[in-house]
């Protein structure tokens, strides 16, 4: 069973990747490489500066996840730069790598254990990164549903409009819920290996704010390195990048290899597919590729630390 499940996500993320790509095939059969290069040439330095600062708003914010975290579980004697260097190692990692074993949760298991965290402990903070994640995703969703309604429309044209503003209202209630559980202070979930307690109405509020961050970022490289011919607004890419990124993250296929572009260019028929594809091109040179190296350079150095740290009868 345990070398089923070893298999079983790698699998799942070939079988994504192998779809999407004869899905796309079929999208882009007339696109040719020189209009690709074309259009990532025409993209401006400007454009480029701006994708790159909401890179770092979007990294910057994940190192808030941890940080939110750890004042969660009541640590704070972390400096805020060993935070920082810890997510940005983990989800560079995780974004490129998906389901793989060598994910970013091993990264964050050694080098918060180092610090003191139980093993129970890291589970819980991964946990709340997770929900954190999730919560900003589903607070910006509601607000895309909300503010434009026939989104709906780009992902299946049979679907009301209506949905749309019934969907995004009954996650604002959910949220709201949550919200609630916070301020009347629900009992803490007790199991054999650790409590897990109910966030304070301070971390919560944290939480609704740094959640979405991390998303308007990410979305934001996207949407500033577009073309300005038939760019529907950032509201509507914003909407496109959540289910984008949803679908690639369900799919397990590294780096949402195919599901992205695959998605992108169904939902923007009105931006010239170059554009689209140059576009989500600097996403993953941004995003993922070179946080990728840099952290691969970073758990060389960390790990070579260590070696050193136990060969001169230091602390392991």
């Known amino acids: 069973m345990e070398r089923l499940k070893a298999y079983l996500w790698p699998a799942v993320g070939l079988a994504a990747i192998l779809i999407s790509g004869n899905a796309l095939y079929h999208e882009l059969r007339g696109l040719s490489v020189d209009e690709f290069i074309a259009s990532f040439q025409a993209i401006s330095l400007g454009s480029w500066l701006l994708a790159i600062g909401a890179t770092l708003v979007a990294y910057a914010a994940l190192a808030a996840y941890d940080k939110l975290a750890l004042d969660h579980l009541g640590h704070h004697h972390i400096s805020i730069w060993y935070i920082t260097v810890c997510s940005f190692t983990t989800y560079a990692l995780s974004h490129n790598l998906g389901a793989s074993v060598f994910s970013g949760a091993v990264v964050r298991y050694r080098a918060y254990r180092s610090k003191g965290l139980t093993a129970g402990e890291v589970g819980i903070l991964v946990a709340f990164c997770s929900f954190t994640f999730t919560l900003g995703t589903l607070t910006l969703s509601a607000i895309v549903l909300l503010a434009k309604p026939d989104i709906i429309e780009r992902f299946a044209e049979f679907l009301p409009i209506e949905m749309s503003l019934t969907s995004g209202v009954i996650i604002l209630v ?143």
């Open 174 to 316: 959910l949220i709201g819920l949550y919200v609630l559980g916070s301020l009347i202070g629900l009992r803490p979930i007790r199991t054999r290996w650790f409590q897990l307690h109910y966030p304070r109405p301070a971390i919560v509020l944290r939480q609704l704010v740094i959640g979405p961050v991390e998303l308007l970022g990410a979305a934001g490289i996207i949407y500033f390195a577009l073309p300005e011919v038939g760019n529907p607004g950032y509201i509507v890419i914003l909407g496109i990048f959540l289910a984008s990124f949803s679908a690639a993250l369900l799919s397990h296929a590294p780096g949402g290899l195919g599901v992205l572009e695959l998605v992108f260019i169904a939902a923007l028929p009105e931006v010239d597919p170059a554009g689209v594809l140059a576009a989500l091109a600097i996403f993953r040179l941004l995003y993922l590729l070179v946080p990728f190296v840099m952290a691969l350079v970073v758990i060389l150095i960390y790990e070579r630390l260590r070696f050193l740290a136990q060969r001169n009868g230091g602390m392991p």
